[in-house]
Every structure is written in C-alpha cells, then in structure tokens.
C-alpha cells in the first residue's frame, strides 16, 4: 500500500468512527436543577410499571409517579425541536 492510500484509509476510518454522537455527556457541570430534572424525566431509568408487575422500592421517592403512557409517547414531538 502506498502512503497515500493509508493516509485516505486512515481518514476514512476516523470520519467512520465519530459516529451521529455530537454532544458529549459533560459528567464535571451536569447543568443546573432544572435541566437535570428534565433529563430525568425524559430518560427514565428505572423500570416501567405497565410493562410487568410493580417492583416496590425500584422507584425513588421523587419518581414514584412515572409520565402517564401518552405523554411518554409524545415528548418528543411535543419538544422544542419539533416545533415549526
């Protein structure tokens, strides 16, 4: 191979590699109280309860209330980047 084609292999691996990931989770400034509680509530870890049977204690004390299923299924399209 010459150099020139392992430079352009090179390069077309990085370019395939970065992927659609743009934003960097920033784990040192999370962002304030309120971004952090609309991220919670957006990305919901913990178990879903219409899905099985109910875990007792799987949920904290803040989350005990999930979003009912039609607003889970609409926050995208109801968010600001889905607005026109």
């Not at 920033?26 to 962002?31: D, E, K, T, Y």
């Not at 904290?60 to 995208?76: D, H, S, T």
Request: with cysteine; proline share 8%.
């Amino acid at each position: 191979m010459s150099v020139r084609s392992i430079h352009l292999l090179c390069a077309l691996s990085l370019v395939a590699s970065t992927g659609c990931g743009r934003e960097r989770p920033n784990i040192m400034h999370p962002g304030d109280l309120q971004s952090q509680r609309f991220n919670a509530i957006a990305h919901d870890p913990y178990t879903d309860q219409d899905a099985g049977p109910e875990v007792v204690g799987g949920r904290p004390r803040e989350f005990q209330k999930p979003l009912a299923e039609p607003v889970r299924n609409r926050w995208l399209m109801d968010s600001f980047w889905s607005k026109r």
